[in-house]
DNA sequence: GTCTATAGGGAGATAGAC
DNA sequence: GTCTATCTCCCTATAGAC
């Protein structure tokens, strides 16, 4: 059935449609019928395309997360061997930030959703989460090694500071604020320098509009 | 009625179960069943105390946010008017951390719920929230102004940034892992040093286990 | 592929007994 | 204060027409 070009456009039409609603009225509160209305058609037709609810959310869950880990892992790898570790978490935060941003509706349908579907799909998808987590971790330890971070930095706890704080900026980004490279930029540099630090040369910033 | 000390106790519990299930099935998710079977009693006889399930939510929503308000002015209140904006901060972080897991059920379900639940409720709740944000920001900006935090960090982003991280902390923390006091020290001192920066005397801290 | 109609279950809220 | 019984509404998922 994914042959066929109609099918295809109308499966991601009613994939994006489930993630704004999902977004909007969390697990329990998303009714086929809203997404059918979002995606302009009748309820009875999403099941030619998910068998379930289930199937819905997970395929929404697990298709953002395959899009960070692929995102994050891409710029991280295609920069020169030369680079530095602060270059590396600079780029890794942007690609983060960016991602997160353009899907967007998926990114905010996961974070208020993870929570509530039922065990066997969160389950699953954790999988996922677990691979981009250590994804950031080697990130983090081969700043350590290469003695670019101060030792006794706890990076377990970077590394869960530093997404939480990320994560976070879905639920205020406008896109018609301050341009996302900068705030990876300040972000970056709040990251690396921290409050009180000395000015790093490659992160000054603009003051905040 | 609230002079009756059952009914305080009656309400008190089924405000705690509201919050354990808004916590584990979300805004429409959550049955007015199931807080009165966590709650030990039927699901009628919370009508006694709350009119509707959007009063229960909002309630939860509200507390939580005072409850946070007040334990963060008073602990930074309480310090010397010789601390440092280092030790500010610390108190702060400390403050938050504490009691968002105090208040974990409350803390949790506000997360997830707070996306879902009706605009007029959103609303209302978001004048305490904001309170809490500009708390917060001149904690920060106190700093700027005594010259102890590098004039360019653009302190608004920062705010966003160290709340998002914090508030993640509920989602992993586990009471039986490192102390909660030793999890604010590593924090604050990312907060404030960066991974990069100098180590701050008063901020070493032990290698994650 | 997309529709309409509907079966079967469960929700919030109310009324009145105790 | 707390219970039971129930009204009314809306949900997921299916069946079969087109």
Redesign the interface.
Known sequence: MKRNAKAVVSRKRILDAAACIF????????TMRAIAKEANLEAGSIYYYFGTKDDLISAILDSAMLELIESVRQSVEALPSSASN?DR?QVAITAHLTTIIKIGDYT?ATR??V??VPDTIRIRNKVLREQYASLWQNI?NH?RESH???T???????R??????????V??YKPKGQPLDD?AR??A????????????PES??A??S
């Open positions: 977004r909007d009225f969390g697990y329990a509160g998303t602060r978490i905010l208020r959703v929570g509530q983090l700043g670019e971070f101060r006794n930095a706890n990076l377990a706890m970077a869960l500071y530093i997404l939480g704080a990320l994560n976070w900026t639920e205020w705030i300040d972000l540099s709040i990251v690396l320098d921290g409050l009180v630090g000395s000015q790093h000054v910033n003051p905040v």
